[in-house]
């Protein structure tokens, strides 16, 4: 069973429309659309904003029988040669809020975790592969750096950029990856960029979010056709 998870209604609407075989699956705080999308079962949900929300979200997935995840949505760029609209696929994710550097620990290290959580390389793969048939967009693979901060700043793109090597920043896809690995299920994290994480991150993130979300979107439906014929 492939997981689609958004962290917003929009990121998972244009979804919904073409579910077949809908039911809705309800818990506290979250409800699982379960259907299939281009002839591949699937759960399909809003996370909500945040690595807790994510979090919390990812568990419920795990235990209604989900294999492999996909996390899909918007972020701010933070790599140089990004632009609004481009596509960021993650190679790997960290929490770049997290500082217990006075207990020794490096920054952005949860203690008792992995430094960072990789990306399968196999939903890597098809989501690259996806990404590069949608025009007109730039795509790179990178370092998604997650926190529970809108990133709005220079000094916060250059600091995520020189600490961590981010390719861009968000609030939620961390939070899966660490559920992901600590259940051994496979995952990978898609982020169209809806602005640049600078002093225009606002006026840009909600002027261009929607068109972005569709670029995320279609990368996911590109996606399915590469997964429908491989095993779970």
Same mark, same amino acid.
């Given at each position: 069973?492939?997981?689609?998870?958004?962290?917003?209604?929009?990121?998972?609407?244009?979804?919904?429309? &073409?579910?077949?075989?809908?039911?809705?699956? $309800? *818990?506290?705080?979250? %409800?699982?659309?379960?259907?299939?999308?281009? /002839?591949? @079962?699937?759960?399909?949900?809003?996370? /909500?904003?945040?690595?807790?929300?994510?979090?919390? $979200? %990812?568990?419920?997935?795990?235990?209604?029988?989900? +294999?492999?995840?996909? *996390? +899909? /949505?918007?972020?701010?760029?933070?790599? @140089?040669?990004?632009?609004?609209?481009?596509?960021?696929? !993650? %190679? &790997?994710?960290?929490?770049?809020?997290? &500082? #217990?550097?006075?207990?020794?620990?490096?920054?952005? $290290?949860?203690?008792?975790?992995? @430094?960072?959580?990789?990306?399968?390389?196999?939903?890597? =793969?098809?989501?690259?592969?996806? =990404?590069?048939?949608?025009?007109?967009?730039?795509?790179v693979s990178g370092r998604i750096a997650s926190g529970d901060q809108f990133i709005a700043s220079r000094e916060g793109v250059q600091r995520l950029w020189t600490t961590f090597g981010a390719a861009c920043a968000e609030m939620e896809g961390a939070a899966v990856a660490q559920v992901c690995s600590k259940a051994g299920v496979p995952f #990978?994290?898609?982020? !169209?960029?809806? &602005?640049?994480?600078?002093?225009?991150?606002?006026?840009?993130?909600?002027? *261009?979010?929607?068109?972005?979300?569709?670029?995320?979107?279609?990368?996911?439906? /590109?996606?399915? !056709?590469?997964?429908? !014929?491989? @095993?779970?």
């Amino acid at each position: 069973m492939l997981a689609i998870i958004g962290a917003m209604d929009e990121e998972i609407e244009l979804l919904l429309a &073409d579910l077949t075989a809908h039911e809705q699956l $309800t *818990f506290p705080g979250v %409800t699982l659309h379960r259907g299939v999308l281009d /002839g591949v @079962p699937v759960l399909v949900t809003r996370g /909500g904003i945040g690595k807790v929300n994510a979090a919390m $979200t %990812t568990t419920y997935l795990l235990t209604q029988g989900a +294999t492999r995840v996909i *996390f +899909t /949505g918007v972020a701010g760029g933070v790599h @140089p040669e990004l632009r609004v609209g481009d596509i960021v696929v !993650s %190679t &790997d994710c960290i929490q770049h809020d997290v &500082d #217990v550097r006075a207990l020794d620990y490096p920054l952005g $290290t949860v203690p008792g975790e992995l @430094p960072a959580w990789p990306a399968d390389e196999v939903l890597r =793969a098809a989501a690259l592969d996806a =990404a590069r048939e949608v025009g007109g967009v730039h795509v790179v693979s990178g370092r998604i750096a997650s926190g529970d901060q809108f990133i709005a700043s220079r000094e916060g793109v250059q600091r995520l950029w020189t600490t961590f090597g981010a390719a861009c920043a968000e609030m939620e896809g961390a939070a899966v990856a660490q559920v992901c690995s600590k259940a051994g299920v496979p995952f #990978v994290v898609i982020r !169209s960029v809806s &602005d640049t994480a600078d002093h225009d991150a606002n006026v840009d993130y909600r002027t *261009f979010m929607p068109l972005v979300a569709r670029h995320a979107k279609q990368v996911v439906r /590109g996606m399915l !056709s590469r997964l429908a !014929s491989m @095993p779970a």
